[in-house]
């Protein structure tokens, strides 16, 4: 899986990289909040706790963002491309002058 990322990455670049630190910070800030509102610390250790806690639990989760990076890339760089109104050229292939 992880030579597949790293093709992604290369293949889409910013796209891809911002599709995947998207789904990182929503995840942990789904945690945090969770974790946050569901348990009541009464000290800033407590809340410190918590990230902590939301942070391990968002690296648990890695493959599956890994995997959904991989899912929804392809798709919002097409949709990039046409909100932009720019068109990619070819991946990997020669270009015609």
């Keep these: 899986m992880r030579k597949t990322l790293k093709e992604i990455f290369a293949k ?3 796209v891809a990289a911002a599709v995947y630190f998207t789904i990182f910070f929503a995840v942990l ?7 946050h509102f569901g348990w009541r610390p009464g ?3 407590g809340e410190v706790g918590a990230f902590t ?6 690296k648990v989760t890695q493959p599956l963002r890994i995997a ?3 899912a929804l890339t392809p798709l919002v760089a097409k949709a990039y491309d046409r909100v932009t109104g720019r068109r990619s050229p070819p991946r990997g292939g020669t270009q015609a002058l």
């Design 12 to 14: 889409y670049g910013p």
């Design 68 to 70: 959904a990076t991989l």
């Design 53 to 58: 806690a939301a942070y391990i639990a968002t």
């Design 29 to 35: 800030s789904g945690f945090w909040a969770a974790i």
């Design 43 to 45: 000290s800033s250790g």
